[in-house]
């Protein structure tokens, strides 16, 4: 039987569709995993003042970590739609909502659900 609670469910879901696009992009090492790690406890803090916000915590978490590799690393996850011009990354919309997506604001279009980066990406899917 799980006990865990809806807060906690929302997180660990949050985190494994962030670790999942992560995987899918190969760019899941233990310091880029570090830094979703920091996105949910920071984001554990946020929810618990506002609980109704648990269903924009997958997008918020992307975003987090989005950030925080663009500081690092450089842009995350490349758009894998536009095939001319510079590199550009994704975007996450809704900015603040539910069933967040990863976007090309150049293009216009729908790329991939937040966790499901891996058949886009051509990377690992299950």
Request: charged share 20%; hydrophobic share 45%.
């Amino acid at each position: 039987m799980d006990h865990a609670t809806p807060l906690e469910q929302a997180l660990h879901a949050a985190r494994a569709l962030v670790l999942a696009d992560l995987v899918a992009g190969e760019v899941a090492e233990a310091d880029v995993v570090s830094l979703v790690e920091d996105s949910v406890a920071h984001r554990r803090w946020w929810v618990e003042q506002w609980p109704e916000g648990a269903d924009y915590l997958a997008g918020l978490v992307a975003q987090d970590v989005q950030d925080a590799l663009l500081t690092k690393y450089g842009r995350w996850p490349l758009c894998p739609v536009c095939s001319h011009g510079d590199p550009h990354a994704l975007d996450v919309e809704p900015e603040l909502g539910p069933d967040p997506h990863w976007v090309c604001g150049k293009a216009g279009v729908k790329v991939a659900a937040v966790g499901s980066l891996g058949p886009v990406l051509g990377g690992f899917t299950e």
